[in-house]
């Protein structure tokens, strides 16, 4: 299964961006609470299977980037409102990985149609 991350650069620009703007909360007990967030990041939800499912649903308040991995031949997404109205069709024909940003805030769930493995990564919420 491919992993899916920042590239090195992006990570370490990411990491600059992030002390850069803690070292400018001027309250110490606020600075240090983002310092802590920098050194251990919210995972966000992992969900991971085989063959088809459907996830468990997850909120979005702020824009939220899925990440998605297949290990086999075909894997077909559909994301979910609350409604279990489709707002977004995804596919990968082969292993390997893709992303989609959720903008809109709501509740969203995710179905799953693959042959094989898969992975489904939400990041947290961007600030």
Partial sequence: MAALGS????????????????????????????YDRLAVPDPGEVFIGRGNGITPAFEVA????????????????????AADRVVQNLHLGGAG???????????YHVQVNAT???????????P
């Fill in 62 to 81: 702020a824009p939220r980037l899925m990440r998605f991995e297949s290990a086999d031949v075909i894997m077909v997404i559909y994301l979910l409102d």
């Fill in 7 to 34: 590239p090195p650069d992006a990570a370490a620009k990411s990491l600059a961006a992030g002390l850069q703007t803690c070292r400018e909360i001027p309250s110490d007990t606020a600075r240090l609470a983002c």
């Fill in 97 to 107: 990985g893709g992303e989609y940003l959720i903008e809109t805030p709501g509740r």
């Fill in 116 to 126: 094989g493995g898969w992975r489904i990564d939400l990041a947290p919420p961007v």
